[in-house]
Nanobody, 116 residues
Framework: QVQLVESGGGLVQAGGSLRLSCASSETTLRMRSMGWYRQAPGKQRELVAAISSDGSTNYADSVKGRFTISRGNAKNTIYLQMNGLQVEDTAVYYC??????????WGQGTQVTVST
């Protein structure tokens, strides 16, 4: 059973920063991509940022210039550096891994709360 373990969420004031981490327990199967999604209360889950196996990245327009997704030295680990956080960024953030053979897998989610 593949597990995605997230960490780094918390409470921060507007304008502050947080860094999220996600590590996959599966280290041998090929991945197409890994990424971060978020879901705010009453809203649909949306893509925040993703990084493909070739290193290319994709960001939601709302976070461009503020958030940066990166991979660790171990390719089963990703990070999301979030700067200039806004109240609108408050949500549960989910890690996603898209495996070639297994399809998509989700982490349990980590809460990010931005206060005024």
């Amino acid at each position: 059973q593949v597990q995605l373990v997230e960490s780094g969420g918390g409470l921060v004031q507007a304008g502050g920063s947080l860094r999220l981490s996600c590590a996959s327990s599966e280290t041998t199967l090929r991945m197409r991509s890994m990424g971060w999604y978020r879901q705010a209360p009453g809203k649909q889950r949306e893509l925040v940022a993703a990084i493909s196996s070739d290193g290319s990245t994709n960001y939601a327009d709302s976070v461009k210039g503020r958030f940066t997704i990166s991979r660790g030295n171990a390719k089963n680990t990703i990070y999301l550096q979030m700067n200039g956080l806004q109240v609108e960024d408050t949500a549960v953030y989910y890690c996603n891994a898209n495996f070639v053979l297994l399809g998509g897998r989700w982490g349990q989610g980590t809460q990010v709360t931005v206060s005024t």
